[in-house]
């Protein structure tokens, strides 16, 4: 089955740690991204990477790191210096095709804070 | 700035009531937009993209419009099913790769 993988599905993090959230995807896709879902508010673009080995920040990037060794993981630390980290992450890749784009969802972390 | 305002914030329909979402978009040149829909606690389903003005695209009982201003998410006859988040969001020129969303619609359709 071709998809995207998030793990964990709930990440407890305790005060001055950091936390790494897994993506994994085996759709062949060059591209991944990171968002941050807090409720009453439109996703929000954490970080996002167009090639391995290459990533630029979103509109959120604060608090937050990430790295893109292989073409297939793509995972996101969330460090002490998050000071509000409680949402849900949200992982997509995207397809690029001939006249069509489109980014597909992974089924999200929630992580809470302790 | 590129904005996506979305409404009604919810919306209570009755099992065979048919209604539409709205999707209003400020960009400066638009690439793409898209639909999903999200259930609680998961991560949103992939619908529709539409690129030009004029485009229509359907599947079981939605069907998305597009103009230069705005998208329409028509439902018709829902069922108690299709009660979810509708997310919209668009894709601009100029290089972003940063899908800009909406903050969605709740749908709620009662038997």
């Known amino acids: 089955d071709g998809g995207i993988t998030q793990s964990p599905k709930y990440l407890f993090r305790k005060e001055g740690q950091n936390v790494t959230l897994s993506c994994e995807q085996n759709l062949n896709h060059d591209a991944m991204y990171w968002y941050r879902q807090d409720p009453g508010q439109g996703l929000r673009l954490i970080y996002y990477s167009q090639i391995v080995n290459d990533f630029q920040k979103g509109d959120i990037a604060e608090g937050y790191s990430v790295s893109r060794e292989k073409k297939e993981s793509f995972p996101l630390t969330v460090t002490s210096a998050q000071k509000n980290p409680t949402a849900f992450y949200l992982c997509?890749?995207?397809?690029?095709?001939?006249?069509?784009?489109?980014?597909?969802f992974g089924p999200g972390t929630r992580l809470l804070v302790l | 700035e590129d904005q996506v305002t979305q409404s009604p914030e919810a919306l209570r329909l009755q099992e065979g009531e048919s209604s539409s979402l709205n999707c209003s978009y400020t960009v400066s040149g638009l690439r793409g937009l898209f639909w999903y829909r999200q259930d609680p606690g998961k991560g949103p389903e992939f619908l529709f993209t539409l690129y030009s003005a004029g485009e229509e695209k359907e599947k079981e009982r939605l069907k998305a419009t597009l103009t230069k201003k705005e998208s329409f998410l028509h439902i018709t006859a829902p069922k108690p099913e299709d009660s979810a988040t509708y997310l919209c969001a668009v894709l601009t020129q100029g290089g972003s790769e940063k899908l800009v969303f909406g903050k969605g619609t709740k749908l709620t359709v009662n038997p």
């Open positions: 997509a890749s995207k397809y690029r095709g001939t006249g069509q784009e489109t980014q597909y």
